[in-house]
Structures are given as C-alpha cells and as structure tokens.
C-alpha cells in the first residue's frame, strides 16, 4: 500500500523555521521525485519545492527560493523540507507528493504530474 506521510508542522513565530518529513512507503522511493505543496485557506495549491529520484536537480518557487530547502535520504525513504524565515504567508497545509521519474534529469512542482500524495500537515505562521 502506498503511503506518503507528512510530519514536523506546527505553530512557529515570524522568522522561525521548521523541518518537515515526509515518509514513503509501499513503492520503490528512489525511482519517484518527490514534491512539496501547499495550500492557504482560499487560495490555489502552490508547488513549493521538487528533488529528483536520486537527488541532484531540485526546483523551488520564487516566493520560498533562498529560505527553504528540500532534501532527501533514499536510505530512508525520507524527504525533508527545511523552511527557514519563515513568514506569516508561509501558512498553509503542506503536503509531499511523488511522480515516477521518467526523463531523468527535471522534477516537477505541478500537481498534475503526481502519482501519490500525503493528507498534509498544517504550518502556521503566527506571532
């Protein structure tokens, strides 16, 4: 059964950081690209950051470029998305999600290339 479970959210003050996981299981994790999205209340799903398979190639939207930063250990089926500065917008659920690496050499931060997603966890941002 395939299960992406988010993890690490949490109420932060404006500046703060946070570190969120995401663990795979139930598919063969170091063939899929792993991405990060969120969405606020009333707004559109955002795709915040991506990492390919084996890592080496990740993305990041302009709005969490240079405060965030995605990362992954195979060896644990594990991606990490530490958020640093973190700003009152940055409040969202978050979600990871999985699309089977095909063309080796991009990932995707569009929800419509996924295969799996998470239930998400819930970052908000507050002072």
């Known amino acids: 059964q395939v299960q992406l479970v988010e993890s690490g959210g949490g109420l932060v003050q404006p500046g703060g950081s946070l570190r969120l996981s995401c663990a795979a299981s139930g598919f063969t994790f170091d063939r899929y690209n792993i991405g990060w999205f969120r969405q606020a209340p009333g707004k559109e799903r955002e795709g915040v950051s991506c990492?390919?398979?084996?890592?080496?190639?990740?993305d990041y939207a302009d709005s969490v470029k240079g405060r965030f930063t995605i990362s992954r250990d195979n060896a644990k089926n594990t991606v990490y998305l530490q958020m640093n500065s973190l700003k009152p917008e940055d409040t969202a659920v978050y979600y990871c999600?999985?699309?089977?690496?095909?063309?080796?050499?991009?990932?995707?931060?569009?929800?419509?290339?996924?295969?799996?997603w998470g239930k998400g966890t819930l970052v908000t941002v507050s002072s």
């Open positions: 999600a999985a699309d089977r690496d095909v063309l080796g050499y991009y990932c995707s931060r569009y929800d419509y290339d996924m295969d799996f």
């Open positions: 990492i390919r398979s084996r890592g080496g190639i990740t």
